[in-house]
């Protein structure tokens, strides 16, 4: 089939249209501006403006991956504002196009944060969502707008809901605390005994795959994951470990980490750190039959080996 991947120059984009080749798709990545990618599609800016017509002439399906991303420090004047406009009403306009223009199903990744931040028992999609920042609710907002238009138009909406992403070509927290742990830098993580679900940006491709092809993928939400929970200590001893080097992990009172956080006012990167939060990715499993192709001590080594090779320069360039 004809895709077309929005923000495919992406990091999970990237991902995307390596699996979609590797399955004999025609991949068509929307971009901006002038990338080179072969068969690209230069749309411009994606707001609630964009002509989408000719980027969708002959597309059978459209993954839709671009989005304004979450930041700790957003210096936009009205950050919902900004958000809604490119999240919400830019992922609006291009659906409503695409069912105008014939395409069959519409793949749209979300974000585990719809259901919330933080909960000692695993989400699911029966959860009520409740969206806890602007990034979070412009997500939760195209999602029932998503319905909305598969229900007036007929268009196959499918749904992610990812949490964390990590692989090659990762950046924020999750590159920062790899480069501490490659640096050999003391944590003051040992005594962290939550539970976080993570998914591998291999893994995530190869689900949005299986939604692009299975029948019954049609009108669903689904929450996905490497399908192993792990601790943040435990995610530093096993990063080490796809790195070569030593944990050196100190056990600070979560208490005390938590006051400094606090403090410091980084009680947002706490949470993320200090705070457990998993999903149930059962019902993509059980409907779909899917199950992620690699486990997570594979992703983290292939993330590993990214970062050894080239990722280091890249972190160094950007601290």
């Not at 092809?213 to 080490?240: C, I, N, Q, W, Y």
Request: hydrophobic fraction near 45%; charge should be positive.
């Amino acid at each position: 089939m004809k895709v077309l991947v929005t923000g495919a120059n992406g990091f999970v984009g990237r991902a995307v249209r390596t699996v979609l080749r590797q399955a004999g798709h025609a991949m068509l990545p929307a971009v901006r501006r002038p990338s080179g990618l072969a068969e690209e599609r230069v749309v411009g800016d994606i707001d609630p403006a964009t002509d989408w017509r000719a980027a969708l002439s002959g597309v059978e399906s459209v993954v839709h991956l671009a989005a304004r991303v979450h930041v700790m420090n957003d210096s936009a004047m009205d950050p919902l504002a900004a958000f809604r406009s490119i999240n919400t009403a830019g992922t609006l306009n291009l659906a409503r196009q695409c069912a105008a223009a014939g395409v069959r199903r519409f793949v749209f990744v979300s974000s585990v944060k719809v259901n919330g931040e933080e909960r000692a028992t695993p989400y699911t999609e029966a959860d009520t969502p409740a969206p806890e920042d602007a990034y979070a609710l412009s997500k939760w907002e195209a999602e029932q707008g998503l319905r909305q238009i598969a229900a007036e138009t007929g268009l196959e909406v499918v749904i992610l809901r990812p949490p964390l992403v990590y692989g090659p070509g990762v950046g924020a927290n999750f590159l920062a605390l790899l480069r501490a742990v490659a640096r050999g830098m003391p944590l003051p993580l040992g005594a962290i005994d939550n539970r976080r679900s993570l998914i591998y940006v291999g893994n995530l491709a190869a689900a949005i795959l299986c939604c692009l092809e299975h029948p019954a993928a049609a009108g669903k939400t689904f929450l996905v994951s490497d399908g192993e929970d792990v601790s943040t200590s435990g995610l530093v001893r096993r990063m080490a470990a796809a790195l070569g080097r030593p944990a050196r992990l100190l056990p600070v009172p979560p208490a005390l980490l938590r006051f400094a956080a606090r403090l410091a006012k980084k009680s947002a990167l706490a949470i993320r750190l200090f705070d457990s939060l998993t999903v149930d990715s059962s019902a993509i499993r059980r409907e779909l039959g899917w199950s992620p192709p690699f486990t997570l001590d594979q992703g983290l080594r292939e993330t590993a080996a990214w970062y050894l090779n080239q990722g280091a320069s890249v972190s160094s360039r950007s601290s």
